[in-house]
């Protein structure tokens, strides 16, 4: 008898460990989720991470603000911002396979996007194929910088990207202003800061807007 008490308890407790590991993972799983993706971004990653600096030393990750603006007889426009982590994908990737999947395939969707800077060659394969694939949408993407547009692997991948579809432009300052207003929280009880532009933004934009010009060209 005590033999198959003991059994039921171990029994017991096995169903209790499994059940506080699935509650873990889900934890865990929406933690994740919530720091991947949200709907404002922190005014100080914005300043460094936007910034259309020459040389982006320090700026390994990615910060994608997007819009999506759904045509039909109820337009709709929505918005949010992604931005890759070390052990996950990378921002673009991400909105293909978090954000695209809510999308239906019988609307037409304008989509915008606001990047510090311009996918990598592996991005820019899936964003063509992307746009290939679904006819039913538009992409335009904003960038602050131009990521190793030296290198002709990359020339090669943004021409293809262009190919497809896909509207690349270099963010002017008004641009970086427009993403202040919509997609940079204020610190915690301070009022609404206006844009302030750094010296050099006009500067850096006419260099990469010309770099991109000859790459496209």
């Not at 008490?5 to 994740?32: E, H, M, N, T, Y």
């Not at 045509?71 to 996950?88: I, M, N, P, V």
């Not at 030296?150 to 293809?160: I, N």
Request: aromatic share 12%; net charge neutral; glycine share 4%.
């Amino acid at each position: 008898m005590r033999g198959v008490q003991d059994s039921g308890r171990l029994l017991a407790s096995k169903k209790q460990s499994v059940l506080l590991f699935v509650i873990s993972l889900w934890l865990l799983s929406a933690s994740l989720l919530s720091a991947f993706h949200r709907e404002r971004l922190p005014a100080i990653f914005f300043k460094f991470q936007f910034r259309n600096v020459e040389y982006s030393s320090g700026r390994n990750k990615t910060f994608l603000c997007y819009v999506i603006e759904t045509q039909g007889k109820e337009s709709t426009t929505s918005r949010g911002y992604l931005e890759d982590e070390h052990a996950a994908s990378h921002a673009e990737i991400a909105f293909f396979n978090t954000i695209l999947p809510k999308c239906e395939s019988s609307l037409r969707y304008n989509i915008t996007w606001y990047v510090s800077s311009s996918p990598c060659v592996t991005c820019a394969e899936r964003i063509s194929e992307t746009l290939r694939k679904n006819k039913n949408l538009r992409l335009t993407i904003m960038v602050g910088r131009l990521f190793m547009w030296e290198e002709p692997e990359m020339q090669a991948a943004l021409k293809k990207m262009k190919s497809a579809g896909c509207k690349l432009r270099i963010m002017k300052p008004q641009d970086f202003e427009y993403v202040w207003q919509n997609f940079v929280e204020q610190e915690e009880g301070e009022e609404a800061k206006a844009f302030v532009p750094w010296e050099d933004i006009q500067e850096n934009f006419q260099y990469y807007e010309e770099k991109l010009a000859e790459i496209l060209q």
